[in-house]
T-cell receptor, first 112, second 114 residues
Framework: GQQLNQSPQSMFIQEGEDVSMNCTSS?????WLWYKQDPGEGPVLLIA?????ELTSNGRLTAQFGITRKDSFLNISASIPSDVGIYFC????????????FGTGTRLLVSP | EAGVVQSPRYKIIEKKQPVAFWCNPI?????LYWYLQNLGQGPELLIR????????DSQLPKDRFSAERLKGVDSTLKIQPAELGDSAVYLC????????????FGPGTRLTVL
């Protein structure tokens, strides 16, 4: 099935560093969601974006809905060890039903 | 508020055996989704229910997979017979209704087919 392009695939950083990841698509989306998945658990919703250009924060996390509606970005500031996990973007197609298309994931490792 | 509940969390079976997964969505959520997550990939939709009606099952391999949501609450996903390639995590999610933009996921069932 269709999967969005997410980059980078993985990151290994030091505690306290800032992190940026992005998601791109050839399709236009009307909503972008960012999820975090810990090992052995389901994805947990972090941030939801509803219109082009929107910038939304959730604590140390900030996400942006790209102007073209074909991309989105997630930034994590001052990373901590519990930020470790896989981050997925998900876009909702511009149709009546809110079908989610997920990205390939960014694996984040944080060294204390 | 309780989240999406799934059971079992892990299942190991031999190929050609049947297997079933159970999901209880968040209370009041009318829309229920089953997703397949292969190793190293994001979830992919298998089937969506609006109350008890399956309204999008185009990605469900109907030769061996089936699902039901008889009373519009709990749901069961079944594979019969299982194949080696079915080894994956099966995730259930729910949302308030089909217009809701946010979906909430359960912990998943990790299936291993030997």
């Amino acid at each position: 099935g269709q999967q969005l392009n997410q980059s980078p695939q993985s990151m290994f950083i030091q505690e306290g560093e800032d992190v940026s990841m992005n998601c791109t698509s050839s399709s236009i989306f009307n909503t972008w969601l960012w999820y975090k998945q810990d090992p052995g658990e389901g994805p947990v919703l972090l941030i939801a974006l509803y219109k082009a250009g929107e910038l939304t924060s959730n604590g140390r996390l900030t996400a942006q809905f790209g102007i073209t509606r074909k991309d989105s970005f997630l930034n994590i500031s001052a990373s901590i060890p519990s930020d470790v996990g896989i981050y997925f973007c998900a876009g909702q197609l511009n149709t009546g039903f809110q079908k989610l298309v997920f990205g390939t994931g960014t694996r984040l490792l944080v060294s204390p | 508020e309780a989240g999406v509940v799934q059971s079992p969390r892990y299942k190991i079976i031999e190929k050609k055996q049947p297997v079933a997964f159970w999901c209880n969505p968040i209370s009041g959520h009318n829309t229920l989704y089953w997703y397949l997550q292969n190793l190293g990939q994001g979830p992919e939709l298998l089937i969506r229910y609006e109350n008890e009606e399956a309204v999008d099952d185009s990605q469900l391999p109907k030769d061996r997979f089936s699902a039901e949501r008889l009373k519009g609450v709990d749901s069961t996903l079944k594979i019969q017979p299982a194949e080696l390639g079915d080894s994956a995590v099966y995730l259930c999610a729910s949302s308030l209704d089909w217009r809701a933009k946010e979906q909430f996921f359960g912990p998943g069932t990790r299936l291993t087919v030997l």
